[in-house]
């Protein structure tokens, strides 16, 4: 009988913040430019320049500690990371060894229905390295180049606990530490621009094994799912290593996602030794707690706290509740519809059904859908005043949404308006039962289905431009004057 | 004997120019000519800016006879230390691996002495990278003293001390890291100043070590000191170890008064390693001030020793990380030929650093491994706290410290070269007062053997306006400052 393994996992995030400028100088933050152009003395590292913290990176360091539960330090200082790499302008970089700025917090995930703890160790704060760009490696390649760009952008470092046991619970944390990111508007939190990155720490032990066993920290992991597809492979592979009698060797390990293997990077005997001591650059941060309340109350609402209101207060369904909240941006999106538009549950089976079909579709983000909160608000009112259907009203919203037009305008320009001019059916009513004399026979004689053939009548020779109700009145009437 | 215009001081060439007597162009061509002259022997610049020095005067003219509000410095020829950088002009920190490297940007000071009209002539010689106490280290060549050529000028700022006492400038910027102002004016006869940490940005000083370096005036007189650290004082926010706080005027401390100033003299500073004729030449300063009316007292310092292991274990291992960054990639030296990044990166370093550069990264890295942090880094970290203490508690009862700058007189060239220890030994006094991050300042106190003798006055931190005040006093009263460098050797 085979050993039976427990898996035991911790990830360490790291988050672009998306501030205007860097975290030690004035140059930009924004993403693309033509290489090398988002840079200045500081950030290129030059003889003689010397390194100011921007009060927005200990700011947001602080938000999003507070919204993962952390202890915020009242004195943290900043520490040099020593090794030498050519995209590090400096041959070190500024990060946060012993005092973080966030320590011991918490975030609540949910896997299969049951719920789970996950520490967090620490947050602290760091810059970004440059970019390089050679052919193959960078030991065989004739010449690299070097893109500065990103250097020096600021990045919060999230460490776990190792309390993470299954590879879907490490992609549940994970999905659930971006939304809350993105939620606090600290950074986009995009996996695949790597604004977000996650590296893990996986071991594998005998199920009620007191030790651990020998780690492996794996990288190069691009999206959620590649994510728990490495692990998956990762703790297979030290499960099998295990069971042939071998040994885990401690190294750092590359995901391939096109060959869906972990490979060997560097082992534990090559590792570096950083050197770390404290920046003497910069002062240490003395954190008044004064500052961290007054963070504390713009700490925007969570995504779990929004989902309850919405049950609670607009008498959404938990499924619904919890779709809306999903992302930050779709929420903001849904309730600003309903500043316009009160009717949550209208507005949200709009958003949730045609809107999201044609977002998911173009691949597209709410916040940058040509359909705004005042365009669908828009067309929401015209199927309530009747000038279009239901039905009409989602060829509305396609135009609308491939064409950035208010309602009003896409009704007019393509004749879709309903006919809803009495003088103007009832010719067509009056032709309708002229030509059908048998079936105003049928009707007259009880047969109540006859009036639904009529109905329909009417609507093919106004190419289904009339409002039903309007036409089921009038047929009734007609029907009644003349009998 | 009437001076020639660069044998005078700030103060007054700054009278002439107010009354016209004298242009900016006049005094600029004057020291320029005595650099064409002395410059040869003395070896104090690695570059001499001659056109932007003239074009600088003509603008400090054009202020002048606008009537324009000009301060004290307008229209000054002045030389930088050749580790601040300076927008347009090469940068060397007279190193190979920086002997291209031209800044894009103005450091600090340079922008506030621009601001001020000072007048730069030139860029001045330093133990490369500020490691060094002769600039012998120089990668390029070594400055004479000009009181005898023979001798050493001192370091690191040897160049900006000997260009001063030489009169190939009124007045320079050094930077002291362990005594590299202080102990060059000390050699030079000059007066330098080390002023507390954090008084003067180094936002554009190529960093040496980070938490000990600080940028500071060579002059010919202690008023003239007043004058330039006056300029380059005051907050920045480029540096955020510079003090936000406002800066005092500091001219109005010199009263030329010591009557109930508390003068302490620590007895290590007179012990082992000290020329009994120093510390003679001291001695008879010290009771010069107590017959001036100061109130002298022997006091101790206990954690002085400690001073030069602690210094040689924190300033190497800030030196091993400032200096990570000249690889070869982005500017500076880079080897021609290199098999791969790796390779590139130890060809051009090695063949980028002088002997000395390496002895320290190697220290310094050494300090900061995996595994003797602790008993090194963290160690001298805390004894460095305890060095601080004593100051503190020195200071509680006196206003001013009193020792000899240098333990020993001008050495000769390659006196000490080829003993790393004993070179290391002529900064015993002064490596203290950057540890405890405290203002220093060194002047002539007497002549031995026609070489120079240097007193140091220390202070309790932004205690400069004290210390200023004392040795102006001094000065005045001993007449020292009036004596030149001037010699055989200009014939």
């Known amino acids: 009988m085979s050993t039976e393994y427990e898996t035991v996992i911790g990830l360490e995030v790291h988050v672009e913040l998306k501030t205007k400028s860097k975290v030690f100088c004035h140059s930009t933050t924004e993403f693309g430019g033509d290489p090398n152009s988002h840079v200045c003395p500081v950030c290129l590292g030059l003889p003689g320049v010397l390194p100011v913290v921007n009060r927005q990176v200990v700011e947001w360091a602080i938000l999003l500690g507070l919204a993962l539960n952390c202890r915020i330090a009242s004195f943290s200082k900043f520490d040099r990371k020593n090794y030498y790499y050519p995209d590090m302008p400096k041959n070190y970089q500024i990060s946060q060894y012993d005092l973080p700025i966030c320590l011991g917090g918490h975030l609540d995930v949910e896997v299969d229905g049951t719920r789970k703890r996950i520490g967090i160790t620490r947050l602290h704060m760091e810059e970004d390295t440059g970019k390089l760009v050679h052919q193959g490696t960078i030991t065989t390649t004739p010449y690299s180049l070097v893109d500065y760009n990103r250097a020096g952008v600021p990045l919060l470092e999230i460490v776990s606990e190792p309390d993470i046991s299954s590879p879907a619970e490490a992609r549940a944390y994970a999905e659930k530490l971006r939304q809350i990111i993105v939620y606090t508007g600290v950074s986009d939190g995009r996996m695949e621009e790597g604004s977000l990155r996650c590296d893990a720490n996986v071991s594998v032990r005998p199920r009620g094994a007191t030790q651990l066993g020998t780690k492996t920290e794996i990288k190069n992991m691009n999206s959620f799912r590649a994510l728990q597809r490495a692990l998956t492979y990762e703790v297979e592979r030290q499960i099998e290593v295990l069971e042939d009698g071998g040994r885990i060797v401690q190294e750092t390990r590359a995901w391939d996602e096109g060959q869906g293997v972990t490979l060997s990077l560097r082992t534990k005997e090559e590792a570096h030794d950083y050197r770390y001591f404290p920046e003497p650059d910069l002062v240490p941060l003395v954190i008044d707690p004064a500052w961290v309340e007054e963070i504390r109350s713009r700490l925007p609402e969570m995504p779990g706290a929004r989902a309850a209101r919405y049950v609670e207060q607009l008498g959404l369904s938990a499924y619904d509740a919890g779709v809306l909240t999903a992302e930050k941006a779709l929420a903001d999106y849904f309730e600003d519809c309903l500043a316009l538009y009160p009717e949550a549950k209208a507005v949200a089976n709009w958003i949730m059904g045609d809107l999201s079909r044609l977002l998911n579709a173009a691949g597209q983000s709410v916040d940058r859908s040509r359909v705004t909160p005042e365009r669908l608000a828009g067309l929401l009112r015209l199927i309530d005043q009747g000038t279009v259907s239901g039905k009409m009203a989602k060829e509305v919203l396609e135009v609308m949404f491939a064409s950035g037009a208010e309602a009003a305008q896409v009704v007019k320009e393509r004749g879709l308006s309903q006919i809803s001019d009495e003088g103007a059916l009832l010719d067509v009513i009056r032709r309708v039962l002229a030509e059908n004399g048998k079936v105003v026979a049928d009707f007259r004689s009880g047969k109540d289905r006859a009036l639904g053939f009529l109905v329909g009548q009417v609507m093919k020779k106004t190419r289904g431009q009339a409002n039903p109700d309007a036409v089921n009145r009038l047929l009734r009437e007609a029907l009644r004057e003349q009998g | ?491």
């Not at chain 2, 002009?89 to 800044?103: E, Q």
């Not at chain 2, 133990?127 to 000009?146: C, H, I, R, V, Y």
């Not at chain 2, 260009?163 to 890291?177: M, N, Q």
């Not at chain 2, 040795?471 to 020292?480: I, L, P, T």
Request: proline content about 6%; hydrophobic content about 40%; aromatic content about 8%.
């Open chain 2, 1 to 491: 004997m009437v001076k020639l215009l660069y044998q005078k001081n700030i103060a007054e060439l700054h009278e002439l120019l107010v009354r016209r007597e004298v242009s900016a162009v006049e005094i600029t061509r004057s020291v320029l000519d005595r650099i064409d002259r002395v410059d040869g022997k003395i070896k104090a610049y690695v570059t001499v800016t001659r056109e932007q020095a003239l074009a600088a005067a003509q603008a400090a003219d054009q202020r002048l006879a606008a009537g324009e509000a000009t301060g004290p410095l307008t229209g000054i020829p002045m030389a930088l230390k050749d580790n601040m950088c300076t927008r347009g002009v090469p940068t060397t920190c007279s190193s190979r691996i920086l002997a291209n490297f031209v800044p894009p940007y103005d450091a600090t000071v340079v922008e506030r002495l621009a601001g001020a009209g000072a007048v730069m002539v030139g860029k001045t010689n330093l133990d490369e990278f500020a490691m060094g106490s002769s600039t012998e280290n120089s990668a390029f060549f070594t400055t004479s003293n000009p009181w005898n050529p023979e001798t050493v000028p001192g370091g690191s700022s040897g160049g900006s001390a000997a260009a001063v006492a030489a009169g190939e400038a009124v007045f320079a910027l050094g930077s002291d890291t362990g005594g590299s102002i202080r102990q060059p004016a000390s050699f030079c006869g000059v007066v330098g100043m080390k002023p507390t940490y954090g008084l003067v940005s180094r936002y554009g000083l190529v960093a040496f070590a980070s938490s000990l370096d600080q940028i500071g005036p060579l002059t010919k007189t202690v008023t003239d000191c007043a004058l330039v650290l006056q300029a380059i004082a005051g907050p920045d926010e480029r540096d955020s170890t510079c003090a936000p706080d406002p800066v005092p005027a500091f001219a109005s401390a010199l009263t030329g008064d010591v009557r109930g100033i508390r003068v302490g003299v620590p007895g290590e500073y007179f012990g082992e390693g000290v020329d009994p004729r120093v510390a003679g030449a001291v001695q008879a300063a010290i009771d010069l001030l107590a017959a001036m009316g100061a109130e002298v007292e022997e006091t101790s310092l206990p954690h002085t020793s400690y001073a030069l292991p602690v210094y040689y274990l924190i300033a190497p291992a800030e030196a091993s990380s400032n200096l990570a960054r000249y690889d070869g990639v982005r500017y500076g030296y880079r080897t021609p030929a290199s098999d791969d990044v790796v390779d590139m990166f130890m060809k051009s370093r090695s063949e980028g650093f002088g002997a000395e550069v390496k002895r320290r990264i190697m220290l310094g890295t050494y300090a900061l491994s995996a595994g003797y942090y602790d008993a090194y880094y963290l160690k001298a970290l805390k004894v460095r706290t305890l060095i601080k203490r004593d100051f503190d508690r020195a200071f509680s009862r006196y206003d001013v410290l009193v020792t000899p700058t240098s333990p020993t007189l001008p050495f000769r060239k390659g006196e000490r070269t080829m003993d790393p220890v004993a070179m290391y030994m002529s900064d015993l006094c002064t490596l203290a007062a950057p540890l405890a991050g405290i203002p220093a300042l060194s002047l002539t106190c007497g002549f031995v053997d026609d070489l120079p003798v240097g007193l140091q006055l220390m202070g309790p931190p932004f205690g400069e306006r004290t210390i200023l005040r004392v040795a102006h006093a001094y000065e005045q009263k001993a007449g020292h400052w009036r004596r030149r460098a001037e010699g055989a050797w200009e014939q």
